[in-house]
């Protein structure tokens, strides 16, 4: 209980370090929002008004106090541009992101995964080689070159085999659903081939160390077969290192989407971020950016207390900590 007490102190006041640090540097950001609203021939007293009326002729810190106010009371303020509430737009794109990215790391891990349990089991030299050759060369891809070429090999109408949609993501959204899964299928793919090629190399590594440090070869020598105990011994104490990788490429492939997003002509949270930050809606991405700042603190959270979970260890180590103090 008092790690988890120590860790939410830590995440609220990181939240708060956060917010000031993305409140500061879009505002530093040249240009003007009241004047690209109003246009570029408009009078000064055009821009003026406008500035007053968005709130944007006060002082900083009480911007800042009505942002951080609104946050807390779960507003996070109205597009400049199109007038929407941020909230409804996030929730919007995040209906294409976050289904994206989960499908994505499936697929990542049934690729990763088994790839790096057979790169560790495999006993030729040659059959190591080609594990290792492929790893790289999966995570050497280019995420826009990836995409290109499952889009001729598989998109409708200009591939050679016209199985999924290029682009675009359905106008009814997840109403139906299978149309939605299906338009996610190549970005996903993209993503996954590319994640799962780390994810190999990960695992390969993790079990690595574990086969050369003895338990291995104590499993087996209480009758299990090397697979046996590379399967029910290696993974089990690999599986807080695993969990740590896959959790933080999970937060990581937010930001990793974004080309893929565009590829695709996904309106995602990637896409929609350069949309506002071209147009300068500063309210819109400011609470953007907080909001996958926070995501990412919450999934290494979530990470720590998973991984303490699976490796008592830790909890006993604290716990000798503090009766040495």
């Not at 409140?23 to 408009?42: E, H, K, Q, T, Y």
């Not at 008004?49 to 709130?55: H, K, N, V």
């Not at 790096?116 to 492929?134: D, I, K, P």
């Not at 290696?234 to 590829?263: C, D, K, W, Y």
Request: charge should be neutral; hydrophobic fraction near 55%.
């Amino acid at each position: 209980m008092r790690f988890l007490i120590r860790r939410l102190l830590l995440f609220a006041a990181a939240l708060l370090g956060i917010s000031l640090v993305v409140f500061a540097a879009l505002r530093i950001l040249p240009g003007d929002v009241a004047s690209l609203m109003a246009g570029l021939n408009s009078p000064p007293e055009r821009v003026e008004a406008l500035r007053a009326q968005l709130g944007l002729d006060r002082p900083y810190p009480a911007q800042y106090a009505d942002w951080l106010a609104g946050l807390l009371h779960g507003d996070f303020g109205t597009s400049i541009l199109t007038g929407r509430p941020v909230g409804a737009l996030i929730g919007a794109r995040a209906a294409i992101t976050f289904p994206l990215i989960a499908l994505g790391l499936v697929i990542a891990c049934a690729i990763g995964m088994p790839l790096g349990v057979a790169a560790t089991l495999a006993r030729s030299s040659r059959a190591r080689t080609a594990f290792h050759v492929a790893g790289l060369i999966g995570g050497a891809i280019p995420a826009l070159w990836g995409g290109l070429l499952l889009i001729l090999l598989f998109s409708r109408g200009s591939g050679l085999i016209g199985l999924f949609p290029s682009q675009g993501f359905p106008a009814d959204g997840w109403a139906a659903p299978g149309e939605a899964i299906w338009s996610l299928i190549m970005p996903a793919l993209t993503v996954g081939i590319i994640v799962g090629a780390g994810l190999m190399r990960y695992t390969r590594s993790a079990l690595s160390g574990i086969a050369t440090s003895g338990h291995i070869d104590m499993a087996m020598a209480c009758g299990m077969t090397r697979t046996q105990a590379v399967l029910r011994v290696g993974l089990r104490l690999a599986a807080p290192q695993l969990v740590s990788v896959v959790g933080l490429t999970f937060a990581e492939m937010i930001t990793g989407v974004m080309v893929i997003e565009n590829l695709f002509a996904l309106p995602g949270i990637g896409s929609g971020l350069v949309t506002d930050v071209g147009n300068r809606d500063l309210i819109a991405v400011q609470s953007e950016l907080f909001l996958l700042a926070g995501f990412f603190l919450l999934i290494g959270l979530m990470v720590d207390l998973v991984h303490r979970a699976l490796d008592p260890r830790l909890a006993a180590g604290d716990d000798m900590k503090e009766t040495d103090a």
